[in-house]
């Protein structure tokens, strides 16, 4: 495949030094690779013990600095948030290093059968769904990937029989070669990380690197109701099997009235009720239809597939359910990180919502989202950095109903204030949480520590 099937005296840059940086930096080391690992931090913004451990693999540091000779790597390994297009990047790969990232490094050392979920919303929901389904079906079975495990961590440990349940963003896709899972997906695709991508053209191309190695023995899942994400499917080999909300479907998996059927060459099987369901919202029908065709041609039985989504409670920080306090219920979205996710999250919504939101915008536009508010939100309650661009939006449709705050907990106690009995506090911020937060898990767990003590 190629020379990192054999890794020793390999020379390879680390770029990036969180989670998959890491990961990366010790196998790659522990192969017998020569690691340097760049990362902007200084090195007293980095765990010392963490830099002694690593030092002590023969990994090198170039810490708030560039490597002083781009020509000297064979391979430069990008982590998630390393953009391709950074300057000594570009120069490393015009002196003949390769570019690729975790992922593909992941695939390239380890052994596991692939399932790979993306699109820009639902993966995570998607990811837990499908782990919990092989798990329950007694697979081996590792949910890896942009949920928060290094995919490589698992691919090193896993034997040829167990599966690695992989959600995979744009950035990790971008970066493939040669990486092709037995089965994949595409959950949908609306305007995200442009800041990164530029255009929607290329942010699709990026995506549609998930099934590019697929011959027509794997699997393609996608949403047939979402026709740009749909048309990422044309020169596809794999077999294409398409889910939708909107009409029954020959093959695939699709919804007729209030049941989630599916469908292929010889039978039909109804898979549950959406009554059945814990979690809410049309979008999570989506994401249930999407997982069980994951499931059912990875070949799982659909009576495990059945028995799993209707006790599947969801995932943290995903509209999740907080409580609730004097009649108001609470839900934290903090995943709602792009405009699309939150405005799933207020159609989920059948009460009247105070909505938080704000953060780092990402670049997006924000007038679509709020011309869903009048009428639906009854107060929007604005944060972080980049709130002022949704107020702007706001304004320009004479929406004015919002009020700005310093941090979470006024927040959530001026959320509490304006709500009445019968109303939802609802997180959903349509914005990264990187201005504030070290992710959007932290800022979802300020909000519930928040929420807790009213």
């Not at 009720?273 to 659909?302: C, W």
């Not at 009649?327 to 799933?344: F, Q």
Request: charged share 25%.
């Amino acid at each position: 495949m190629s020379n990192l099937d054999n890794m020793k005296g390999n020379r390879v840059l680390v770029v990036g030094f969180g989670r998959s940086g890491q990961a990366a930096a010790r196998v790659m080391a522990r192969m017998g690779a020569e690691v340097s690992v760049q990362d902007a931090k200084k090195e007293s913004q980095i765990d010392s013990n963490l830099l002694t451990f690593y030092r002590g693999q023969g990994v090198t540091f170039y810490l708030d600095s560039m490597p002083p000779d781009m020509g000297a790597f064979d391979q430069i390994i990008l982590s998630p948030g390393a953009s391709p297009e950074l300057g000594f990047v570009q120069e490393g790969k015009e002196k003949g290093a390769e570019i690729i990232g975790e992922l593909e490094i992941a695939y390239r050392v380890g052994k596991g059968n692939y399932v790979a979920i993306t699109g820009t919303n639902g993966k995570t929901t998607t990811t837990t769904l499908v782990g919990e389904i092989f798990r329950a079906a007694g697979r081996g079975t590792y949910v890896v990937g942009n949920i928060g495990t290094a995919v490589i961590n698992a691919s090193t440990e896993s034997s040829e029989k167990d599966w690695l349940v992989t959600e995979c963003s744009s950035f990790q896709l971008e970066t493939t070669r040669y990486f092709k899972p037995v089965v994949s997906a595409i959950l949908n695709l609306t305007p995200d990380h442009l800041n990164r991508h530029h255009t929607m053209e290329a942010y699709g191309k990026a995506k549609a690197k998930i099934f590019a190695n697929q011959t027509e023995a794997g699997y393609l899942v996608i949403n047939q109701d979402d026709r740009l994400c749909f048309s990422l499917a044309e020169g596809c080999r794999a077999r294409i099997v398409p889910f939708s909300v909107k009409q029954e479907l020959p093959f695939g998996a699709f919804l007729r009235g209030d049941t989630l059927v599916l469908r292929d060459d010889e039978k039909e099987i109804e898979i549950c009720t959406r009554g059945d369901l814990k979690i809410i919202g049309m979008h999570n029908v989506q994401n249930v239809l999407a997982a069980a065709a994951i499931s059912y041609f990875a070949g799982i039985e659909p009576a495990v597939i059945t028995r799993v989504v209707k006790e599947f409670a969801g995932v943290a920080h995903r509209i999740e359910y907080c409580g609730k306090v004097d009649d108001v219920l609470y839900y934290n979205d903090s995943k709602g990180t792009n405009t699309d996710a939150t405005e799933i999250a207020l159609r989920a919504m059948e009460r009247d919502v105070i909505l938080i939101a704000g953060g780092d915008s990402k670049g997006q536009d924000f007038g679509t989202l709020v011309r869903l508010f009048p009428g639906k939100v009854k107060h929007l309650v604005l944060l972080g950095r980049d709130a002022h661009f949704i107020r702007e939006a706001c304004d320009a449709i004479g929406y004015g109903d919002y009020t700005f705050c310093k941090d979470m907990e006024e927040c959530v106690r001026t959320a509490a204030a304006l709500a009445s009995p019968g109303d939802v506090v609802l997180l959903s911020p349509a914005c990264a949480s990187w201005d504030m937060y070290n992710n959007f898990e932290q800022r979802g767990d300020h909000f519930k520590d928040c929420v807790s003590r009213l």
